[in-house]
């Protein structure tokens, strides 16, 4: 008896099931790993005043003191824009003298008590960190009192520009 080939096994294909136990398995272990590795970070944003274009040259009688941070390569100089340079400090073997900066702004803040706003003025190539750093002893004083340590606004207006070439032979 010859056997058709129709007449095989009709209709008792079963649909395959897909099997994602594996891919599973690796999501539970992936995500808990992911999440206690992934880096949490802090944001801060610091609030910056630009300093506006002004095309006209002030009067005498409207120039007042106005506070310059000037942040070169080799040492901090701190100013007022009308009347020249207050103090300048080298820098340490160890960076720069973050200490003489926030001793001499104590005294201008002492001078001028009514004074909040600043400039920081920077040369090519300074350090992010390093006006962190500045941008932080001009804007508040931290003085150590009844074994505290208590914040005390200087300057907290702050503007950021570029330093002005230097005198003594470079930018």
Same mark, same amino acid.
């Given at each position: 008896?010859?056997?058709?080939r129709?007449?095989?096994?009709?209709?008792?294909?079963?649909?395959?099931? &897909?099997? %994602? #136990? +594996?891919?599973?398995?690796?999501?539970? !272990? /992936?995500?808990?790993? &992911?999440? %206690? #590795? +992934?880096?949490?970070?802090?944001?801060? !944003? /610091?609030?910056?005043? &630009?300093?506006?274009?002004?095309t006209?040259?002030?009067?005498?009688?409207?120039?007042?003191?106005?506070?310059?941070?000037?942040?070169?390569?080799?040492?901090?100089?701190?100013?007022?824009?009308?009347q020249?340079?207050?103090?300048?400090?080298?820098?340490?073997?160890?960076?720069?003298?973050?200490?003489?900066?926030?001793?001499?702004?104590?005294?201008?803040?002492?001078?001028?008590?009514?004074?909040t706003?600043?400039?920081?003025?920077?040369?090519?190539?300074?350090?992010?960190?390093?006006?962190?750093?500045?941008?932080?002893?001009?804007?508040?004083?931290?003085?150590?009192?009844?074994?505290?340590?208590?914040?005390?606004?200087?300057?907290?207006?702050?503007?950021?520009?570029?330093?002005?070439v230097?005198?003594?032979?470079?930018?």
């Amino acid at each position: 008896m010859i056997r058709s080939r129709r007449g095989g096994r009709r209709g008792n294909r079963e649909t395959a099931e &897909l099997n %994602i #136990t +594996a891919f599973m398995n690796l999501m539970v !272990i /992936l995500v808990p790993f &992911l999440l %206690i #590795t +992934a880096v949490f970070s802090r944001l801060a !944003i /610091l609030e910056l005043n &630009l300093p506006g274009s002004s095309t006209e040259p002030a009067d005498p009688q409207d120039q007042t003191f106005q506070l310059e941070v000037t942040v070169r390569k080799d040492r901090l100089e701190v100013g007022d824009r009308n009347q020249g340079l207050l103090g300048t400090y080298e820098n340490l073997p160890d960076g720069y003298d973050y200490d003489a900066l926030s001793t001499k702004l104590h005294e201008i803040k002492e001078r001028y008590p009514q004074k909040t706003d600043a400039s920081i003025l920077l040369e090519a190539d300074i350090a992010y960190d390093t006006l962190v750093q500045v941008y932080d002893r001009v804007a508040v004083r931290e003085a150590v009192e009844d074994d505290a340590i208590k914040r005390y606004d200087l300057f907290p207006v702050i503007s950021i520009g570029d330093a002005p070439v230097n005198d003594e032979g470079g930018a």
